[in-house]
């Protein structure tokens, strides 16, 4: 055995204890699908590395034609991603199959010509240069940077590898810099396993294991989860949709379920193919990574809540009143205004009346809303939102106590609260209050005991939104419900949200995950 043999050894030897490999397991003791599979193209491609049971060439891959049932992983390491050729059909097939493939097909065709992949870069050009300031290459005008699963042994640029892989993810990447009036990406292409030399050959072994112990986690447990779920949020928000101990609840009542729940944040962007669905317990906005994680995911194949729909109807207002308007459902009476015709304010002002109600599109937790007493309130209002929107809505004021907040889960009502105002305040948020007068008093109140009419309305507003998880914002005044707004990403707090149905809560949320993983296998299966 070789000196670089000996060293795949052990690498390869932890690799295989965090995976389940293609050869037979105990009765009872196999994770339904979670099983990984290295493609190459021949069997030399392989040869400075011992010999492993995910091991298979390429044309025995294309070839099988059994369904696996459950999760299936595969690493495409053929020498080439050509179209139509070996490597490019086995990540078609590999989606086909419903399996999880590296490189995807997407990222075959977006590496195949700049035109497709420049797209990608925008964002990441923008940071070069600080990126590149302390390279290890002096005064170079120009160098070919390796990543093995983003990941690089020049730390400088570990951060950067990360990027580009979060960007296209390839097993290995030749990322090629040049300097010119600044630093550019001059071409990104797939690199191939069999060109390695001795020294990459054992970064490229560490970053598979590293790799892979990302993707098959906690190997040593006896738990069989069913499936892995994916909660993102931000331990720093300070109005996050769900609070601490509510978090703990979802991954206790995850365990109950034999679903492995886990916590992530933003700089996990890039792991979100080691999950089977992805829950969003963060603030999202569509400029923001929280539609990117959607986004993504939902390109993954995952099962996602919310999805990047949702999350692009919900938080724009203005797309619900005209939803709204067109369904014929409660709302308070609304104008649109438009910042290049500001002769339109004094009339809108006529017709809804003083005080009213202005609001940019995309604001939550009462931000961006500003309630105005007259006209020249509403003129000095308006120029200030315009600063951030084009658009406005101006919605006629009803006050009542409390406002109505129906969770609607798959187009069912899943729970109700009350939602009091802020004290000495009109909305529920009041930001400029001390920090524990912020939000009013809430109270959870049993579906059964809602008015029928408001249930009734919130339901048939969250269908046409989509059919995740949604938190329907009600107004009663007298006979007459109205709509207030949609939010995608609802609060689940414990102690709040909670109350009235408890662990239950939590149980039928992850359920709505199960039951659409269930059906998303046994459709790849059949």
Same mark, same amino acid.
């Given at each position: 055995m070789s000196a670089l043999q000996a060293n795949r050894a052990e690498v390869l030897d932890k690799s295989a204890s965090c995976t389940i490999?293609?050869?037979?397991?105990?009765?009872?003791?196999?994770?339904?699908?979670?099983?990984?599979?290295?493609?190459?193209?021949?069997?030399?491609d392989w040869a400075s590395y011992l010999p492993s049971e995910s091991l298979m060439l390429a044309q025995d891959y294309l070839e099988h034609t059994d369904e696996v049932a459950g999760r299936t992983q595969v690493i495409n390491l053929c020498r080439h991603y050509k179209y139509l050729g070996q490597g490019y059909?086995?990540?078609?097939?590999?989606?086909?199959?419903?399996?999880?493939?590296?490189?995807?097909v997407r990222t075959i065709s977006e590496l195949s010509r700049k035109a497709l992949y420049g797209v990608g870069l925008d964002d990441l050009e923008r940071t070069l240069e600080s990126a590149l300031a302390n390279h290890p290459y002096g005064s170079t005008e120009a160098f070919t940077l390796t990543l093995y699963f983003g990941k690089t042994p020049i730390e400088p640029l570990q951060a950067l590898g990360r990027q580009l892989f979060e960007a296209f993810p390839c097993p290995i990447l030749l990322v090629e810099f040049r300097r010119g009036e600044a630093w550019q990406i001059a071409g990104i292409k797939p690199?191939?396993?069999?060109?390695?030399?001795?020294?990459?050959?054992?970064?490229?072994?560490?970053?598979?294991?590293?790799?892979?112990?990302?993707?098959?986690?906690?190997?040593?447990?006896?738990?069989?989860?069913?499936?892995?779920?994916?909660?993102?949020?931000?331990?720093?928000?300070l109005l996050p949709p769900s609070n601490t101990q509510a978090l703990q609840r979802f991954i206790a009542a995850g365990q109950a379920l034999a679903?492995?729940?886990?916590?992530?944040?933003?700089?996990?962007?890039?792991?979100?193919?080691?999950?089977?669905?992805?829950?969003?317990?963060e603030t999202t906005r569509v400029d923001d990574h929280t539609y990117r994680f959607a986004k993504k995911a939902e390109s993954e194949g995952l099962v996602v809540i919310?999805?990047?729909?949702? #999350? /692009?109807?919900?938080?724009?207002?203005?797309? @619900?009143?005209?939803?709204l =308007? $067109?369904? &014929?459902?409660?709302?308070?009476?609304?104008? #649109? /205004?438009?910042?290049?015709?500001?002769?339109? @304010?004094?009339?809108?002002? =006529? $017709?809804? &009346?003083?005080?009213?109600?202005?609001?940019?599109p995309d604001g939550c937790f009462s931000k961006g809303v500003i309630k105005v007493a007259d006209a020249q309130s509403l003129a000095a209002a308006a120029q200030e939102l315009f600063e951030?929107?084009?658009?406005?809505?101006?919605?006629?004021?009803?006050?009542?106590?409390?406002?109505?907040r129906i969770g609607v889960l798959d187009g069912e009502a899943l729970y109700a609260c009350q939602y009091f105002m802020s004290k000495g305040h009109w909305q529920i948020y009041n930001h400029k209050a001390a920090a524990a007068e912020v939000n009013g008093k809430c109270r959870a109140v049993p579906v059964d005991q809602v008015p029928a009419e408001v249930v009734k309305l919130a339901v048939d507003t969250a269908r046409l939104i989509g059919q995740g998880l949604y938190g329907v914002d009600l107004k009663q005044v007298g006979e007459r419900v109205m709509v207030i707004e949609v939010n995608d990403n609802?609060?689940?707090?414990?102690?709040?949200?909670?109350?009235?149905?408890?662990?239950?809560?939590?149980?039928?949320?992850?359920?709505a995950f199960v039951q659409r993983l269930e059906h998303k296998y046994r459709g790849q299966v059949g």
């Open positions: 490999l293609l050869g037979e397991e105990p009765p009872g003791k196999r994770r339904a699908g979670s099983r990984l599979l290295i493609l190459v193209e021949r069997k030399e059909y086995c990540s078609l097939l590999a989606e086909a199959r419903g399996h999880k493939v590296f490189p995807s690199g191939a396993l069999c060109k390695l030399r001795d020294a990459q050959q054992h970064v490229f072994a560490d970053a598979l294991d590293a790799f892979n112990r990302r993707t098959w986690r906690q190997p040593q447990s006896k738990r069989v989860a069913r499936f892995d779920l994916a909660i993102l949020h931000d331990p720093a928000e679903i492995d729940v886990e916590l992530i944040e933003k700089k996990d962007y890039a792991r979100l193919a080691e999950f089977d669905g992805l829950f969003i317990r919310d999805d990047p729909s949702s #999350i /692009l109807r919900c938080t724009n207002k203005v797309y @619900l009143a005209d939803l =308007k $067109r369904r &014929g459902l409660g709302m308070p009476a609304t104008e #649109i /205004l438009y910042k290049d015709r500001p002769q339109e @304010l004094e009339l809108a002002g =006529k $017709r809804l &009346g003083f005080p009213l109600v202005l609001k940019i951030h929107s084009v658009l406005l809505l101006a919605q006629e004021y009803c006050y009542t106590e409390y406002d109505w609802p609060n689940l707090d414990a102690g709040i949200e909670d109350a009235v149905l408890g662990e239950a809560l939590y149980r039928r949320v992850l359920q």
